[in-house]
């Protein structure tokens, strides 16, 4: 895996942190500890047995280095850490070391420590969330009815409030979210199938062991092992993605708004932020950049899990093994999209005075399908739409050209149209939720 300097466009602490190596063997270990205590307690493994396993399951014991070169040799991780904690049983007690694993595979370990981890992982994300969706939120109130260019093909349109832009952004992260926290809520449940997914080396205990086990790692028991039944984890993959994508698209628009000829908007500032290593002057926005980049990686990295979908018969070869790295890598980029956007969003200042000047720039000509409709009751709509070109073609203030209308162009209620009650339409919807 790449290092910490490489990846630190990539990722954030947190989500690193819970790919980590240590986190990785943390979680495949209380797969063990847990199943060695279910075992005991169904009666499945001496009660003496489970104790010493437990124990046993400490991460601090064990050789990442050489765990990760004996993966590649079995094409899974699992049995060389099965391995490493039978020998560190065996120097505890020669019998229980005999009960390690009992009754589990290779990928029951693998898929179960994957959910683990996402646990650890998604609550703090989507709470920050929350937290952006609430920030643009407050903005898009504050800004109701500030008026804008809006921008199509990336040329000058009508007005708009600039609190539907920002409303717009709220609402697309948060339907977004809501999706992840979903599928989110589908992964946590527990793999346990043994071998091929019978579970018949437990005979009668299954059922209690199964329910142990899950109760133990606090995640739902599925109706049958998941093995090759994917869409969780697809789905969650596809929702990450999604989330990624509606932070990206507030983060170009807070780009574009940021460049100097256009100055409508800029990120937080502060020592070092948004600085160039020869530019002195500039102020770059890095959040978007983060998230813009993260964007670049998102759809890809879903698509590898989704790709993975079609897995042969009851366990597959290649398809489960290609999820995890892919997974972390997954959740590494959406945690880096998220805490900068976490960053900007509470922060972002605005300039209605350059809002204004940029409206200013175009003379009027942004007024032109308003004053066409304001002549068509007068005169009908092709008549109305000939006027208004010839009065385009002169060139020069185009409210001067048709000065009959400057009382009505000028009229910012009638400017805005429905922009304002479409923010108050998205705001509520957003509290509703």
């Known amino acids: 895996m790449a290092g910490r300097l490489v990846n630190a466009l990539g990722s954030s602490a947190l989500a690193a942190e819970a790919f980590s190596d240590h986190a990785t063997l943390r979680h495949m270990l ?85 959910v683990l981890q996402l646990g650890e992982a998604l609550p703090p994300l989507l709470k920050e969330l929350d937290d952006i969706v609430s920030a643009f939120a407050n903005l898009a109130r504050k800004h109701r009815r500030t008026p804008m260019l809006g921008r199509t093909l990336l040329q000058p349109a009508t007005p708009i409030a600039l609190g539907q832009k920002i409303a717009g952004w709220a609402s697309d992260i948060a339907r977004a979210a809501r999706r992840l926290e979903a599928s989110f809520k589908e992964t ?8 091929s997914g019978s579970l018949s080396a437990l005979g009668d205990k299954a059922e209690p062991v199964m329910l142990s086990l899950a109760k133990r790692l606090k995640l739902d028991l599925p109706d049958a092992p998941w093995f090759t039944q994917r869409v969780r984890v697809a789905a969650f993959a596809q929702d990450a993605a999604l989330v990624v994508g509606a932070l990206a698209k507030a983060a170009r628009d807070i780009s574009l708004m940021m460049q100097i000829e256009v100055g409508e908007a800029a990120e937080p500032s502060g020592p070092g932020r948004g600085g160039s290593s020869t530019m002195p002057h500039k102020r770059n926005p890095v959040g978007a950049a ?83 409709f ?60």
């Open 290 to 372: 983060l998230v813009l980049s993260a964007a670049g990686r998102a759809p890809m990295l879903a698509a590898t899990i989704v790709a993975a979908l079609p897995q042969e018969h009851e366990r597959a070869l290649g398809g489960w093994q290609a999820e995890w790295p892919t997974m972390a890598a997954l959740i590494e980029t959406l945690a880096s999209a998220v805490q900068a956007m976490h960053e900007v969003a509470p922060g972002l200042t605005i300039d209605p005075d350059a809002m204004q000047a940029n409206m200013d720039a175009t003379e009027g000509a942004v007024l032109a399908e308003r004053a066409t």
């Open 188 to 195: 946590q449940v527990v793999q346990f199938g043994g071998a």
């Open 374 to 433: 304001l002549l068509a009751e007068k005169m009908g709509k092709q008549k109305a739409g000939k006027l208004v070109e010839e009065a385009l073609a002169k060139g020069g203030s185009f409210i001067e050209a048709l000065g009959q209308l400057e009382k009505e162009l000028s009229d910012e209620l009638a400017l805005l149209g429905y922009s304002p009650k479409f923010v108050d339409r998205l705001l509520a919807d957003l509290k509703r939720r």
């Open 30 to 114: 209380r797969f063990e500890a847990a199943l060695a205590q279910a075992a005991a307690e169904a009666g499945l493994i001496p009660k003496r047995a489970a104790p010493v396993i437990v124990k046993a399951c400490d991460p601090a014991l064990y050789d990442f280095a050489a765990l990760a070169d004996s993966a590649r040799r079995t094409a899974t991780l699992t049995v060389p850490v099965v391995k490493a904690l039978t020998d560190e049983v065996a120097k505890r007690d020669a019998d229980a070391a005999g009960y390690v694993h009992w009754g589990a595979t290779s990928q029951d370990v693998i898929d179960t420590a994957m």
